[in-house]
């Protein structure tokens, strides 16, 4: 791997493998953490309308000339970061950068166009909001967080997305799209990488705005949030606030997430569905940030499973205290397996360098495993002590019959 900063202040990634396809990925500073409440949401909403025509091409064409190559084109917008990906043979190498820089740097954002893309992401927000297995993580991280912007949906709100201007685009997208703001990563084996790039995104830095800290007050006591709807199954998320990726702490949490669901093998699979048989649908996330994270066990069962599901979990978060070193072990191969195991495939570890490179350094991607090897059972039982004591609940309902 390595890493350059060009002259007008990209951050470029290359990791050279031996491969017939490359990724390029384009990464932006934007997200919905930096919106207020009047743009919630134009983060996502700028991500459609770059394919919506630039000063070259029209819609229609954008895609083409990726998918008559055999290729992908796609992007995505989180809390953190829009991002923006082509993946080809090599040999077209240059037709993806070409197009990427071309969408990051030339969007028209033509009025008529962002009325009819308007009701799509709408659309879009509506399925969000129907979809109880979606909107479970919009409640939850709205029930998490208190002050920090980590609290709001990344696809914002239909209030504010029927109000967003044009001039609005024009000005976020003049404050965020900007080269000392991006990220590129290039993977594959692909030759001039660095001066094909800073050939094709010719745009000059302007000033990066900075975030305003946000101080999150810590969980004094559990909380609860419940909706209720006409549906057959519930749907829950329990977590916990913990720490950004930066903090040592994370790691530890990594493993944590390891022994409680990392498969048919955990430990919550085996207590709630392989013993009792109590749900289909389960999971533990683990999302550490530039400034925050959160652990949370998501589950889709019968209402009337719900509290002893919830009991079970919190025993099995109470018993990580006692973690012997055969689950510390197996937690730490299957963190390393799988590592190593998605990430070879080039998109993949195209947005794995660029998710450290946000959060730090993309040098994290190759320290991560041997930071997780160091990983005690002492560092399990005081994560657990120190962030895992007092929880969030969110669930989304059946009627009672």
């Not at 903090?247 to 990594?254: C, F, P, T, V």
Request: aromatic share 8%; glycine share 4%; no cysteine.
């Amino acid at each position: 791997m390595k890493k350059t900063k060009l002259n007008n202040g990209i951050t470029l990634i290359t990791e050279k493998r031996n491969t017939k396809s490359v990724t390029v990925q384009v990464t932006v500073k934007a997200g919905s953490n930096y919106e207020n409440e009047k743009t919630a949401g134009i983060s996502h909403f700028i991500e459609h309308m770059v394919f919506e025509g630039t000063k070259n091409r029209i819609a229609i064409e954008i895609a083409n000339e990726i998918e008559s190559i055999g290729g992908e084109i796609n992007a995505a917008t989180s809390n953190e970061r829009t991002l923006y990906y082509v993946t080809v043979l090599k040999k077209y190498f240059d037709k993806a950068v070409e197009v990427l820089a071309d969408l990051i740097q030339n969007p028209l954002f033509e009025e008529k166009t962002i009325e009819k893309e308007r009701n799509v992401v709408l659309d879009e927000v509506n399925l969000l909001m129907d979809d109880p297995k979606r909107y479970q993580w919009v409640l939850f991280q709205k029930t998490l967080y208190k002050k920090h912007p980590a609290r709001n949906p990344v696809y914002g709100t239909p209030e504010a997305i029927k109000s967003i201007t044009r001039q609005d685009m024009l000005n976020y997208y003049e404050k965020h799209y900007k080269p000392n703001n991006i990220i590129i990563s290039v993977v594959g084996n692909v030759k001039d990488a660095e001066q094909k790039i800073e050939q094709a995104f010719t745009f000059q830095p302007k000033e990066v705005h900075k975030r305003e800290k946000i101080e999150e007050p810590e969980q004094e006591k559990p909380e609860t949030a419940t909706e209720t709807r006409d549906i057959l199954q519930s749907y829950m998320v329990l977590g916990y606030k913990t720490v950004p990726r930066i903090h040592e702490d994370s790691y530890a949490i990594d493993v944590i997430r390891s022994i409680l669901g990392r498969g048919q093998s955990s430990k919550l699979y085996d207590e709630i569905r392989t013993k009792r048989g109590l749900a289909y649908s389960l999971g533990v996330i683990h999302d550490p940030e530039t400034n925050y994270g959160w652990l949370a066990v998501y589950i889709g069962t019968d209402k009337k499973n719900i509290e002893t599901i919830k009991e079970i979990i919190l025993k099995e978060v109470k018993n990580l205290e006692k973690v012997n070193a055969k689950e510390l072990k197996d937690a730490k191969k299957f963190i390393e397996g799988n590592y190593y195991l998605e990430n070879e495939e080039n998109h993949s570890m195209a947005d794995n360098l660029t998710s450290w490179e946000l959060v730090g350094d993309a040098q994290g991607a190759e320290e991560y495993v041997k930071r997780i090897k160091k990983v005690t059972k002492q560092d399990i039982k005081r994560v657990v002590q120190k962030y895992l004591q007092n929880y969030v609940y969110a669930g989304i309902e059946q009627k009672s019959s």
